[in-house]
């Protein structure tokens, strides 16, 4: 016994010493080592760990929504295309050229039953549709509804076990946070692109009648429309819709309707295949200093500024407006207490009233407030 701690103890001594004299002479053979050890070590956890994502990478977001976006394939009547008369928008389609009885674009799938949400104008004309899953399913898609003046429409396939993705919270999105654009751009296959959003709240684009848009600098092209604008979490902020383009490529300004308005319009076609909104018949027109005058609007005392509304310019005969004593020059302030702060805020007031149930309108006429009782109407469908 004695032996075998005695060949213990020289063994301990002659290691001890030769690490003394490496440490001594050679260090740098020490720290090689020992960053070698770590990096085998870290390499090692995070192929155990295939859910851990390297910092400042989008991994986690992309894997979590990716599998909930889906391909669309559209066969198509012949029909013009006005929108791509616009040297300004170019929308996410093929050029008529390339595609005259087809067409690309991408759609979420929102729900477990098989709805998903795309823009109206993927399947605008649509004789078929194809939806074709990250998977490799794919699924011939029916037409719930669509709503023109959001250019949102709602889908539905008959497949099981769908992935979905998770609804965001659109209120706690600010300018600068992290999004990413997923869709199958140029039919190439599902793309994941980042960007930051430039801007929120974008109207008066000449895109669609009811604008409030999110603005990303996410790059986005032809066949993301009806794709997913995810946050840093995965969570759906909103459907691409639209890109300012000269070139009909990415520049860089991009935009999407929110989550919110699109769970809305969903809401509407599910429960009644079309979305219904308040009308009363007026002509609305921006106030400025010219029109001002020309109607006798006077500016506030107080500020010396003009007051925040929305200048009647016209009223349909008949109409809602009309019957309720409205008038050409009238200076609507207010839409059932909401303030209007220019027409798309108007007609969004309006559009939210429930038809057939009287409101009332604050306006200002010939420099004296009063309120007037409106009963809306049904707006009129845009086709």
């Known amino acids: 016994m004695k032996r075998y701690w005695l060949l213990f103890s020289q063994t301990v001594t002659v290691l001890v010493a030769a690490w003394f004299v490496v440490a001594t002479l050679q260090p740098t053979w020490l720290k090689r080592a020992n960053t070698t050890s770590t990096v085998s070590f870290m390499q090692a956890k995070d192929d155990g760990q295939p859910g851990v ?86 699924a011939m898609a029916k037409v719930i509804g669509t709503d023109p003046e959001t250019d949102l429409a709602l889908l539905k396939i008959e497949l099981g076990q769908l992935p979905v993705i998770v609804l965001g919270q659109v209120d706690s999105l600010q300018v600068g946070d992290a999004v990413l654009a997923i869709g199958n751009p140029f039919g190439v296959g599902q793309t994941v692109t980042s960007g930051i959003v430039s801007a929120l709240g974008r109207k008066q684009l000449g895109i669609n009648t009811f604008e409030n848009f999110i603005q990303t600098d996410a790059a986005i092209n032809p066949g993301n429309s009806g794709g997913a604008l995810v946050d840093a979490n995965g969570a759906l902020m909103g459907i691409n819709t639209a890109i300012y383009s000269r070139s009909g490529g990415n520049m860089g300004i991009g935009f999407a309707v929110p989550v919110s308005t699109a769970t809305q319009i969903m809401d509407s076609l599910i429960k009644d295949g079309k979305v219904t909104r308040g009308w009363i018949g007026v002509e609305p027109r921006p106030l400025n200093a010219e029109l001002a005058e020309s109607f006798g609007i006077a500016k506030d005392k107080s500020t010396g500024e003009l007051p925040k509304g929305v200048l009647i310019n016209g009223v349909l005969q008949n109409s809602p407006a009309a019957k309720a004593g409205l008038q050409p020059g009238d200076l609507i302030l207010k839409v059932a207490g909401q303030g209007v702060g220019d027409v798309p805020d108007m007609l969004s007031r309006v559009a939210a009233l429930k038809p057939g149930e009287t409101a009332v309108i604050l306006l200002q006429r010939h420099g004296q407030s009063m309120e007037v009782r409106v009963t809306p109407g049904t707006r009129p469908v845009r086709r």
């Open 53 to 138: 994502a390297p910092g400042g990478s989008f991994r986690l977001a992309a894997q979590k929504a990716a599998p909930a976006v889906v391909s669309i394939n559209v066969q198509q009547k012949s029909r013009g295309k006005p929108r791509r008369a616009d040297p300004w928008f170019r929308f996410f389609e093929e050029p008529e050229d390339e595609a005259p009885s087809g067409g690309m674009g991408s759609g979420v799938i929102v729900s477990p039953e098989g709805y998903i949400l795309t823009n109206h104008h993927v399947i605008e004309g649509a004789e078929a549709i194809e939806v074709n899953l990250n998977d490799g399913r794919r």
